[in-house]
Structure formats: structure tokens, C-alpha cells
């Protein structure tokens, strides 16, 4: 079956001058324009497109695969404005539109947000929407606690950011629990929380419990020796400090370097960490 906004594998029908008719079944025949390589293929080969409907209101394809595709969250950027919406740069000749009344904020030109796109219930176009609640799964998300999931941050807020988990439902890392730099339109990994009552997910950045400080800790040991040996952090240094030079989180950190004292491969000092001798 052939998806508007997806990639499909299409039969080639024919050719006329330096185009390729494809079978598009329901859609009936489906241009291809050249620029895509016509003369390799011939009648009864089958080709990967992306199909979309364009400005015409005709069911074209192309072999280009834009950032995008129906049914997925992506950062974007606003390439032009009208009266009535924003033109979003998608790697396509015609812009992917988002109407008015799909902007959470008025969108400006040259800026860039986090959308989602789908197709016009009314002209089987593909648009796209800031308005992402809306398409976030509402069902009760099925997760185990300690899970990793893929995040994309949409949003930042006084408790902290909101990100898309696993492309469905919405999630929140906390301010205070963030230890990096993290901009809109990132994606990262990350571990469930906690499940709460509204249904959404706290997400942490990095795995709790002592299950982890083994692998930090060779990972800290590393580090140290790079650094000649001494590095001028403890466990009294600021969060940031340590995530800098390290990448993990104060009681991560913490954890790692108590093991590592107990096992003799480190001295801490007021205000250093060496290497035992």
C-alpha cells in the first residue's frame, strides 16, 4: 500500500522523454521527474521515492529523501512567512507549510523549532505543527523503569525540559538534573525515571544506581592518568566542573571515586584527586 509522506518502493511502469511512470495503484500513474538517473532504470525495475502531493494537488514522487517524514518529530527551520503560516527548509522543492493555526508561538524566518508533521485530513498534503501535545500519545506509556529511550528536547521550562520519548510520548528532565548543555531539537539518550499519574515520564540522562560506578570508574581512572596523573576536582567541586571534565553527574561521581579510594587506586585531596602510588 502506498503511504503519502513515506518512503515506497514503487514498480516502474514505463518512461516518456525524461520521465518515469510509476504504478501508483489507487493514485494511478505517478510522475518522476528526471534529474534522478532515468536512463539506468528500465519498465519492471522498482524504485525507492518519497511520495507527497504538491502545489498542483497532483500525487508526485521524488528520490529525494527529505529531513522529515510524515509521522515523525524533527528540528526545522523557518526558510519564509505569509498571512497564512510559516515555510519550513525540508529538503524538497516545495516547502513543507505550517498553517496559522498550528504555531504554539508565531514562528519567525531564520528561526528554527521543533515540529511534527502529518498529512491534511483535507488535501492529503503534508504539513507540519508546533503544536506537539496534541500528537504525543495520551495512552499509558508502557516502560519499565531504568529503560533507555531515545529523547528529542522540544521545549524548555523553570522545572526543566521537555522531550519527545521514542518518537511518542512526552517526557521531562529536571533542571537540577541536568548537567550538560542541551539545545532544542537535541537528540541523546536517556533513562526512565519515573512513570507519573499524568502519564507522563521523568527521564534521567544517565543510569542510577551502583550498577553503573564500575564503568565510571574506569572511565574517571582514564582521565586522571590523560591528565598527568592529578586532576584539581573533588567531590566538593561544582556539578558543572565535574560534568565538564567527566560527563557524569555529582553523586555518580561520588559514587565512582568512593570505590576507587576504597580500592587503593586513588588519593583525594582538599582540593585534588591523584593517583595512588
Aim: aromatic share 10%.
Amino acid at each position: 500500500m502506498i503511504q503519502i509522506g513515506k518512503m515506497n518502493r514503487l514498480l516502474i511502469k514505463g518512461k516518456e522523454d525524461a520521465a518515469i511512470i510509476l504504478d501508483g495503484a489507487k493514485y494511478g500513474d505517478i510522475v518522476l521527474r528526471g534529474g534522478s538517473g532515468v536512463g539506468r532504470y528500465s519498465p519492471g525495475d522498482t524504485l525507492t521515492v518519497f511520495v507527497y502531493v504538491n502545489k498542483e494537488q497532483q500525487v508526485v514522487a521524488t528520490t529525494n529523501q527529505p529531513y522529515v517524514l510524515v509521522g515523525e518529530f524533527e528540528k526545522m527551520n523557518v526558510v519564509g512567512t505569509s498571512e497564512a503560516g510559516a515555510f519550513l527548509g525540508w529538503g524538497l522543492e516545495d516547502d513543507l507549510f505550517v498553517p496559522k493555526s498550528e504555531q504554539q508561538n508565531s514562528m519567525k524566518q531564520g528561526q528554527s523549532y521543533v515540529v511534527y508533521t502529518f498529512l491534511s485530513p483535507k488535501t492529503n498534503r503534508i504539513a507540519a505543527s508546533s503544536k506537539l501535545n496534541k500528537f504525543l500519545d495520551q495512552a499509558v506509556p508502557k516502560y519499565n523503569i531504568g529503560e533507555e529511550v531515545e529523547l528529542l528536547v522540544y521545549a524548555e521550562t523553570e522545572m526543566g525540559y521537555s522531550v519527545v520519548v521514542n518518537g511518542s510520548h512526552s517526557g521531562l528532565i529536571y533542571q537540577n538534573e541536568v548537567f550538560q548543555v542541551l539545545e532544542l531539537g537535541q537528540r541523546l539518550k536517556g533513562y526512565v525515571k519515573k512513570i507519573r499519574e499524568d502519564q507522563k515520564i521523568d527521564i534521567r540522562l544517565q543510569q542510577a544506581g551502583f550498577h553503573q560506578v564500575d564503568g565510571i570508574s574506569q572511565d574517571i581512572l582514564k582521565i586522571i592518568k590523560k591528565s598527568g596523573g592529578k586532576v584539581d576536582v573533588t567531590d566538593k567541586s561544582k556539578p558543572e566542573v565535574i560534568y565538564s571534565m567527566f560527563g557524569v553527574s555529582k553523586k555518580n561521581f561520588k559514587k565512582a571515586i568512593g570505590t576507587l579510594y576504597k580500592k587503593r587506586y586513588i588519593v583525594i585531596g582538599a582540593n585534588s584527586i591523584k593517583l595512588a602510588e
